[in-house]
T-cell receptor, first 113, second 114 residues
Framework: GENVEQHPSTLSVQEGDSAVIKCTYSDSASNYFPWYKQELGKGPQLIIDIRSNVGEKKDQRIAVTLNKTAKHFSLHITETQPEDSAVYFC????????????FGKGTRLHILP | ETGVTQSPTHLIKTRGQQVTLRCSSQSGHNTVSWYQQALGQGPQFIFQYYREEENGRGNFPPRFSGLQFPNYSSELNVNALELDDSALYLCAIKGGDKIATEQYFGPGTRLTVT
């Protein structure tokens, strides 16, 4: 069945350094790849997304890359700040009206002072 | 803020009971999805409603059911609660008729089954 694998499960980086989270997906029909940030006691917040006709997208300190051939996509956070500490989820979807979003298991990101 | 609200925020139920969770948004969105998030896991798709009809379902048994109302608010009903139903239940909304639109989540309802 459809599956999204996410690595690592936990990531600790020094404040100011970069963080990279990697995901792979199994459904070759997937064409929409959102990333969510979830803070304690809150629902997931959409932070950036990418569609299959684009290889890279950047929004300030956050960037996503997509390799459709290899079915890999990654989240890059530069110049990390304490408020970046949270759980991050990658996800994949076919992008149809009745589409469902398949989530990875999440990465807990710790920003160390 | 997504403008999506869910109620209640927390709920404790006993095994075998029934529960109803609610979701609404500030502006009308014609598609609402429900997800179950177990502790330490990613959200799992339960089902989706579009214009008051279910139009997609994940791997959940029939005791999970839902409704969407003309004002696009929604309910998730779970019958015959089991201990494994303890989780954070999230609703997500998306609007418009685009093929692929962003989904925005509410804060969730934390359900504990004892």
């Amino acid at each position: 069945g459809e599956n999204v694998e996410q690595h690592p499960s936990t990531l600790s980086v020094q404040e100011g350094d970069s963080a990279v989270i990697k995901c792979t997906y199994s459904d070759s029909a997937s064409n929409y790849f959102p990333w969510y940030k979830q803070e304690l006691g809150k629902g997931p917040q959409l932070i950036i997304d990418i569609r299959s006709n684009v290889g890279e997208k950047k929004d300030q300190r956050i960037a996503v890359t997509l390799n459709k051939t290899a079915k890999h996509f990654s989240l890059h956070i530069t110049e990390t700040q304490p408020e970046d500490s949270a759980v991050y989820f990658c996800a994949a979807s076919r992008g149809n009206r009745d589409d469902k979003i398949i989530f990875g298991k999440g990465t807990r990101l710790h920003i160390l002072p | 803020e997504t403008g999506v609200t869910q109620s209640p925020t927390h709920l404790i139920k006993t095994r075998g009971q029934q529960v109803t969770l609610r979701c609404s948004s500030q502006s009308g969105h014609n598609t609402v999805s429900w997800y179950q998030q177990a502790l330490g896991q990613g959200p799992q798709f339960i089902f989706q409603y579009y214009r008051e009809e279910e139009n997609g379902r994940g791997n959940f048994p029939p005791r999970f059911s839902g409704l969407q109302f003309p004002n696009y608010s929604s309910e998730l009903n779970v019958n015959a609660l089991e201990l494994d139903d303890s989780a954070l239940y999230l609703c997500a909304i998306k609007g418009g008729d685009k093929i692929a639109t962003e989904q925005y989540f509410g804060p969730g309802t934390r359900l504990t089954v004892t």
